[in-house]
């Protein structure tokens, strides 16, 4: 042989270059069914492998990956930027547009609790290999614990490709609460009970909802539509504490008829406004 160096993919360049394409069949890319190359042309094929000058043929499989990047740890509530991309193997193919989807998911995999984060669309293709995108998402409020961000390449199929395994890639992420911040009193009218003597007992509980100690409050007591009263507390109540305290009201105070609704309603915390959350709280009371 010519040249003994070269591999089977090589000679069948060589194969594919000088024989002769006759019998009238469809060969497609160099090839046909029934006579695979065509007729071999003995003194061609020996020049062509002997030139020195072959080359492997270029691969015509086509494949893309992804992939992205988060920060190891965020906070909920707040925005983190997520980084991802698609790459193709054969950057010769022709230039198509890449659907990309990201989801924030508890697992590795998307499930129907899995949160769709972006849509977004990349271009591979025309002498591209790989094309990326970052975008900024905001973690919902409340959630904690370990979760996984994940990208999806070619969701729409537009591209067909030799595996359709490994178009997706996860990105792990440590989620924390956000801790509460500033001044912030929460009310909650939790029962009442009737007593012996016709009063009436009302059991309620104030918490710290924020990171600053409670030192003082005002709040306004009432049965709505009638008696009403403000109250100027002392009570101390430190950060993530609850108290339970309970008024009791003569009959003088009550209203006309019952059932009547009685609430209370935070005005100011520690002489300032707090931040809004569960200031008030009522509840219906039957006789």
Avoid: H
Avoid at 22 to 35: K, Q, S
Avoid at 102 to 122: A, E, G, K, R
Wanted: glycine content about 8%; some cysteine.
């Amino acid at each position: 042989m010519k040249n003994p160096t070269l591999t089977e993919l090589q000679l069948r360049e060589v194969f594919k270059k000088t024989c002769r394409k006759t019998g009238g069949y469809n060969y497609v890319n160099g090839r046909c069914n029934e006579l695979g190359y065509g007729v071999a042309e003995l003194k061609n094929a020996l020049i062509e492998a002997g030139n020195g000058s072959v080359e492997p043929p270029q691969p015509t499989t086509i494949n893309l990956t992804s992939f992205v990047s988060v920060p190891l740890t965020a906070t909920s509530g707040t925005a983190i930027p997520i980084s991802f991309s698609a790459t193709t193997n054969n950057p010769s193919m022709p230039s198509t547009p890449i659907q990309c989807k990201i989801w924030l998911s508890v697992t590795q995999q998307v499930t129907t609790t899995s949160i769709l984060v972006n849509t977004s669309t990349l271009t591979l293709g025309g002498g591209k290999g790989t094309d990326s995108n970052i975008i900024s998402y905001t973690l919902p409020n409340g959630i904690s614990g370990n979760y996984f961000v994940i990208a999806s390449v070619d969701t729409l199929n537009s591209v067909v490709e030799t595996s359709e395994t490994d178009n997706t890639s996860t990105a792990s992420i440590s989620i924390a609460t956000s801790t509460p911040t500033g001044l912030d009193m929460g009310v909650k009218v939790n029962s009442y009970e009737w007593l012996a003597d016709g009063r009436l007992r009302i059991n309620y509980s104030f918490s710290n909802l924020g990171n600053e100690p409670i030192t003082s409050s005002r709040i306004i007591a009432e049965f709505v539509g009638g008696y009403k009263t403000t109250w100027n507390r002392t009570d101390r109540i430190a950060s993530g504490s609850t108290i339970n305290l309970s008024s009791v009201y003569p009959s003088a105070t009550f209203p006309a008829s019952f059932p009547a609704t009685y609430r209370l309603t935070i005005l100011k915390v520690n002489g300032r406004d707090d931040l809004m959350n569960q200031n008030e709280s009522k509840l219906l009371i039957n006789r």
